[in-house]
């Protein structure tokens, strides 16, 4: 038998990363349907899963995909699909069930150009939004983008203990550059990787309300075939998974499911602050592009300007704080980012008009070149 | 209809151990088929001694879709037209559970038509029961994909001109190893037909014809529940095996009910199993 945790040193593309972090998560199902640049996933997956005692389903389609996945954790496995832009558009009324329910389940955007069949092979950032509001209703889910080859293991990792530790569907929102970058990645030894997994009722049967939270607002939860006998509905319900139609029902369910995330913010968002103390200069990036801004910042730093990067790498819900720390000495921010204006937004409501908030959008498929990127914060800060 | 004491005490009525009962009474209206199909699918799984730990009750949205939060069994109502997508899910990840798809002729033909024939062509091991009421009964009594040629309903105000399917036809050609079809009036046939189908393995589809008194078959006027009832006697033929192309359903003639495919195909999550199986020897 293969082993799920291939520890050691490889030379490999994102896509693959994603995959194998999904396997070192504990992720033992895995549906979906072909999209370009995120099948190399799915392939890796039809290899894999079958080798290590999980299974691989190719569906119809991506509702189908992500009806299985939620359909599959409810069966008590760790379960994933991965996709691009036009999937997840299918995917987002599950989405919302998968939040209804409080479904643990990672999902793997590899983003390409949009609107529609767009620019299939380019890479693109455009799907930030998507990822935020793209089902109906109030709801919140987590987001990560990674920025290497690395961070697509590490982070799909991180992905499904947050996802199993909150209930909720959790996104990797990678992008064409990283899915299909090929770099090194270093994977841990098994014992090494740190896994979390869904809390279990501690009550029997009779007793067990499937939507009664914690204190933490997460309800424990079992699943079929365990004999608690219990119901899930996308309608609105009580703690007993009932449907209910009044307003108090509703009331009880909605602030709570975003609720446990909100309240959790702090034990969920991550960034990566670089030169950001003395920083008058603060560009944001992420993803593919903020390997770009990386060496910009780098050049104009050895130059002598006071520069620095703040780079969400949760960017669902978004790390307010580690923003406005990285912020304290901005004079100007600016946001560089592989799409017409998405999350310029979010920073802009974090800013309140204090500073300057510029953003530098790029929609055709390539990232800037670092002497670009420079040459666009200039044309804006002189 | 099996008969039903006057007043049910708890531990008397037959089934009453298969259903939840904190979610009675139900939503359903008087006289609608749906009741009658419930029924029948608690019979069944009593009469079988049916392992109700393993079993998963699933369903799309509508009336129908209601279904799976009526039985104490483990449930779950996805959205519109997934029922069968959700159950590939849990069959797939856990082979051990048995998951039964209940809904409606819009939610599994309609919009989840493409899950249905896709998990029929697998053989994804799962019982679908849908009750075909010949519209969209959830949301006011819409025309669907099995309303009858000049059929009234509220978007056909005019008489219906699409071609309906004949959904035991989809589903023999599709690739399910269990086609059968009932009315809502052979409660008795229809039970024995749901005790083979779930203890077969593959994908099983029974179709059940079923009144909605409160909206198609009133817009129609067929009457009273009971009348409708009626009309299934005089109208229903049994032709087991015979070929579900020529199954008819015609409201002025007949109606063709009975057990038309029953064979035997490798099931997917057995091939899965396997494969794996020898795969990780390697
Ligand atoms: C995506 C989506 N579109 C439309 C609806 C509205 N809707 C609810 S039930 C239903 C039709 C149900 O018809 P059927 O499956 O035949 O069930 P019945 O009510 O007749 O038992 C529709 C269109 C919905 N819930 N979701
Ligand atoms: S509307 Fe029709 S299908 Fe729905 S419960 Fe009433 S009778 Fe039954
Ligand atoms: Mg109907």
Redesign the interface.
């Known amino acids: 038998?293969?082993k799920a945790v291939l520890t050691g040193e490889i030379f490999t593309q994102g896509d693959i990363a994603a995959a194998e972090g999904a396997l070192a998560a504990g992720c033992?199902?895995f549906?979906g349907y072909p999209i370009t640049p995120a099948t190399e996933i799915a392939e890796r997956m039809a290899y894999r899963l079958?080798?290590?005692?999980g299974?691989y389903?190719q569906?119809?389609?991506e509702?189908?995909?992500c009806?299985?996945?939620?359909?599959?954790?409810?069966?008590?496995?760790k379960?994933m699909t991965a996709t691009s832009g036009p999937g997840v558009s299918l995917m987002n009324?599950?989405i919302?069930?998968a939040v209804m329910?409080e479904t643990p389940m990672v999902l793997v955007n590899v983003m390409r150009g949009g609107p529609s069949t767009g620019q299939p092979t380019e890479a693109s950032q455009s799907d930030i939004m998507q990822a935020k509001w793209g089902s109906h209703g109030d709801y919140e889910i987590i987001a990560l983008i990674p920025s290497s080859v690395q961070e697509m293991f590490d982070l799909t990792i991180k992905a499904f203990n947050l996802s199993e530790q909150f209930r909720v569907p959790t996104f990797v929102l990678a992008d064409e550059i990283i899915g299909h970058m090929r770099e090194r990645l270093v994977i841990p030894p098994e014992d090494e990787i740190k896994i979390v997994n869904r809390k279990k009722p501690t009550v029997p049967p009779e007793e067990y309300l499937p939507f009664k939270a914690d204190a933490d607002l997460v309800p424990p939860m079992a699943t079929?075939?365990?004999?608690?006998?219990?119901?899930?509905?996308?309608?609105t319900h009580d703690e007993?998974g009932?449907?209910v139609m009044d307003d108090a029902a509703q009331l009880a369910l909605v602030p709570r499911l975003c609720d446990k995330i909100r309240k959790n913010v702090d034990k969920i968002t991550e960034a990566e602050l670089t030169e950001t103390e003395d920083a008058e200069v603060l560009v944001v990036a992420y993803g593919g592009e903020a390997r770009t801004a990386m060496r910009a910042v780098k050049d104009a730093r050895a130059k002598g300007m006071k520069i620095g990067l703040f780079r969400p790498i949760t960017v669902w819900p978004f790390p307010k704080e580690q923003l406005k720390i990285a912020a304290s000495n901005a004079q100007h921010v600016l946001v560089a980012e592989l799409n017409y204006g998405q999350l310029v937004g979010e920073v802009e409501r974090v800013i309140r008009h204090e500073i300057p908030v510029h953003l530098i959008p790029r929609v055709c498929g390539s990232p800037h070149s670092p002497d670009e990127l420079m040459k666009e914060i200039r044309r804006r800060i002189d | 209809m099996t008969t039903t004491p006057k007043t049910i005490t708890e531990g008397e009525h037959p089934i009453l151990d298969y259903i939840?009962r904190?979610?009675l009474p139900h939503i359903f209206c008087s006289a609608c088929g749906i009741g009658t199909v419930l029924n029948a699918f608690a019979n069944a799984l009593r009469s079988l001694n049916y392992d109700?730990?393993?079993l998963?009750v699933?369903s799309g949205i509508g009336c129908t879709g209601?279904a799976?939060?009526y039985f104490?069994?483990?449930?779950?109502?996805?959205?519109h037209g997934?029922a069968i997508?959700?159950?590939?899910?849990?069959k797939?990840?856990?082979p051990?559970?048995n998951p039964v798809v209940i809904s409606g002729d819009g939610d599994l033909f309609a919009i989840g038509g493409?899950?249905f024939i896709?998990a029929a062509r697998r053989n994804v091991d799962m019982l679908v029961l849908c009750i075909n009421n010949f519209n969209y009964g959830m949301t006011g009594g819409q025309m669907g994909p099995t309303t009858p040629d000049s059929a009234i309903t509220v978007t056909s105000p005019d008489g219906n001109i699409e071609h309906p399917f004949n959904l035991v036809s989809v589903a023999a050609a599709s690739g399910a190893v269990f086609v059968a079809r009932w009315t809502a009036l052979h409660a008795r046939r229809l039970t024995k037909s749901i005790e083979k189908a779930l203890q077969k393995k593959g994908f099983k589809f029974i179709e059940v014809i079923s009144p909605c008194p409160t909206l198609y078959d009133r817009y129609n006027r067929h009457g009273s529940g009971l009348d409708v009832m009626k009309k299934y006697r005089e109208l229903s033929v049994i032709r087991n095996f015979t070929d579900p192309m020529k199954a008819e359903i015609d409201y002025r003639t007949r109606i063709v009910c009975g057990e038309f495919v029953d064979t035997e195909k490798p099931e997917f999550t057995d091939l899965?199993a396997k494969?794996?199986e020898t795969?990780?020897?390697?």
Do not use: C, K, W
Request: hydrophobic share 35%; proline share 2%; no cysteine.
């Open positions: 038998m293969q033992r199902f549906a079958p080798r290590i005692g299974r389903i569906m119809e389609d509702i189908a995909s009806t299985a996945v939620v359909g599959a954790s409810y069966s008590g496995v379960s009324e599950t919302g069930l329910t079929f075939g365990e004999g608690y006998h219990f119901y899930a509905t996308g309608l007993r009932y449907p | 939840r904190d979610r109700i730990d393993r998963v699933i209601r799976s939060g104490a069994a483990d449930g779950y109502h996805t959205t997934r997508a959700f159950a590939s899910g849990v797939v990840a856990n051990d559970l493409n899950h896709h899965l494969q794996a795969l990780q020897q390697r």
